[in-house]
């Protein structure tokens, strides 16, 4: 799997969109791009998955760069219950060539009042 | 739907001890994983298994058993507890690679 660059920290208004960014640049053409977040030491949750469109779900948006070296996940409204660690994954997971997935540390989003 | 059941909750052990940690899925996934958490790190994949039938080590597989019992169960064993598996381990499912993994809430697991 390619490797994921996140910074280790940020925070955002209650209300106000949170944009988590994530560096792959060694990502290949077959790798998607997942998202997961873990709230307060319960197990992670999937948010989205993409390979080079931009995605959107209930929970949140995701956005691709054109040569997919990097994205960022949106959370467009976000509230004091999405603090949470939040990790950018990028794999081959899907194809069913890797059948497992690898999470590094994530960025810990801290949304204040 | 309960959805991932780990069992128990929490567990000390004294090292040299063995006990198994346990799981269940209700959602009629294919795959199922254990991963472990230590303070400050990302999640480290165990074992999985793939199918029913089929197990496979992690990146970490070391001073681990694991059995897939049936399609909804899949279980972790430490032979011989050591304190460096004092850790949160979490099992998760997924309907097959690619799909969304499910996980459950985790084992606090305290070797002393």
């Known amino acids: 799997d390619a490797k994921t660059t996140q910074p280790p920290s940020m925070d955002c208004a209650e209300g106000r969109a949170a944009n988590l960014p994530c560096n792959h640049s060694t990502i290949s053409g077959n790798e998607y791009v997942y998202w997961y977040r873990q709230i307060h030491s319960q197990g992670p949750q999937y948010i989205i998955h993409g390979l080079k469109n931009n995605e959107t779900n209930e929970m949140a948006s995701l956005i691709i760069t054109e040569d997919r070296k990097s994205s960022t996940l949106i959370l467009p409204h976000a509230t004091l219950r999405d603090t949470a660690v939040y990790y950018c994954i990028v794999s081959d997971f899907l194809t069913g060539a890797n059948s497992k997935l690898t999470f590094g540390k994530g960025i810990t989003l801290s949304v204040r009042p | 739907n309960a959805g991932v059941t780990q069992t128990p909750k929490f567990q000390v052990l004294k090292t040299g001890q063995s006990m198994t940690l346990q799981c269940a899925q209700d959602m009629n996934h294919n795959s199922m994983y254990w991963y472990r958490q230590d303070p400050g790190m990302g999640l480290r994949l165990i074992y999985y298994?793939?199918?029913?039938?089929?197990?496979d080590k992690g990146e970490v597989p070391n001073g681990y058993n694991v059995s897939r019992l049936n399609k909804r169960e899949f279980s972790l064993r430490l032979e011989s507890a050591a304190p460096s598996q004092t850790s949160v381990y979490f099992c998760?499912?997924?309907?097959?690679?690619?799909?969304?993994?499910?996980f459950g809430n985790g084992t606090r697991l305290t070797v002393t």
């Open positions: 298994s793939a199918s029913e039938g089929t197990t």
């Open positions: 998760a499912s997924s309907q097959g690679p690619g799909s969304p993994l499910h």
